[in-house]
């Protein structure tokens, strides 16, 4: 299986080390097995990204009184550490390397090796969920995510949050491969350094360990969750600013309170930012990648206004991330019970 280790009881030393000290533990990704009274485990998947430790923390604290005490959990649990040297820098991946959370698709590397010999062990153990547990770079709300809409993971959702997000692309992600063999979710737990984050991981992973059965039905005609309905980025080249107005030092300078709207409806016509000249600073572009600039901002005026009431998640005023990544996703509800998969 290369470069992922396995273990049938959980090194002690892993229940105080901090994020940054694992790598002491663990040379690398390593899914770790712990039998409980019900015997289908749930999978607990954190640190696939190096930077966002909540759910290690979170972990710390639900196994501890356990194995302080030699009680037994109540369901078996299979944990996935994914990436101890990313965690002993705090990057989200080393230099070089994939995204631990783009390689559960098809590939060829030794990371899809990996992630291929985690599902393949999960299917052997007759997995009963997985949950992967990820922190946001900007202020949001927690909220939940699901691949595929179904009863039982829209409940898996909402024991976490009433925030809920379906989103399909990017392809790769862990949540997605185990869409297909059993309830899978993720939960987005604020920013690392969030106390609040922590304890609700642990409060949530406390919940579900002592569930028997999930319900598929259930779902009522009210029941809403969020999908994406565009990305927005930065145009290459564009200088950025947060402030409170107009700054000539930038090209665009956006509103330094957008951060706090995360999953808020921004009414029609409300300013998010200043600008110089006359162009589009942000490019907009739909689920199929087409570009839809000019349909959400208007740049006139040297402000940057609203067409339409939006809903935004995961700006961040991290300029580096929004370079690299986007300035944030625009979002929409829809009613669950309208789109339920099969299964
Ligand atoms: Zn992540």
């Known amino acids: 299986m290369g470069i992922l280790t396995q273990l049938n009881t959980l090194p002690e030393k892993l229940l105080s080390c901090q994020p940054d000290e694992i790598h002491k533990v663990l040379s690398g990704p390593t899914l770790i097995h712990l039998e409980g009274q019900r015997k289908a485990p749930i999978l607990i998947s954190t640190l696939l990204h190096g930077n966002e430790p909540t759910g ?138 969030d106390p609040a984050g922590i304890q609700k991981v642990r409060h949530y992973l406390e919940t579900i360990l002592r569930i028997d059965e999930l319900e598929e ?13 565009a990305m927005v980025r930065l145009k290459e080249g564009v200088k950025l600013g947060f402030g409170d107005g107009p700054n000539s030092k930038v090209d665009l300078c956006l509103d330094d309170e957008l951060e706090s709207h995360n999953f808020q409806v921004i009414p029609s016509g409300t300013c998010i930012g200043w600008h110089k000249g006359s162009n589009d600073k942000l490019e907009v572009t739909d689920n199929e990648g087409k570009l839809i600039n000019g349909k959400y901002f208007d740049f006139s005026h040297g402000q ?32 669950v019970s309208s789109r339920l998969s099969p299964k």
């Open 56 to 193: 290690f923390w979170a972990l710390q604290q639900v196994l501890r009184p356990y194995f302080v005490t030699d009680a037994v959990l109540p369901r078996s649990v299979s944990i996935l550490i994914g990436n101890p040297k990313a965690a002993q820098k705090n990057v989200r991946s080393l230099p070089g390397e994939l995204d631990l959370n783009r390689v559960w698709d098809k590939g060829d590397s030794e990371w899809h090796d990996m992630a291929q010999g985690v599902v393949h062990e999960m299917k052997a153990r007759k997995i009963f969920a997985s949950v992967d547990i990820h922190n946001n770079t900007g202020q949001n709300p927690y909220y939940a995510c699901l691949n595929k809409v179904t009863g039982k993971n829209y409940k898996l959702c909402r024991i976490f949050s009433d925030l809920i997000l379906f989103f399909d692309q990017p392809l790769g992600v862990l949540s997605k491969a185990f869409s297909k063999v059993c309830p899978s979710i993720i939960l987005e737990a604020g920013v690392p350094q």
């Open 304 to 335: 940057v206004r609203l067409k339409h009431a939006l809903i935004p998640i995961m700006i961040t005023h991290d300029i580096p991330v929004i370079q690299q990544d986007c300035l944030c996703y625009l979002v929409s509800p829809f009613d």
């Open 217 to 229: 039905n259930g779902i009522e005609s009210t029941d809403l969750a969020y999908h994406v309905i």
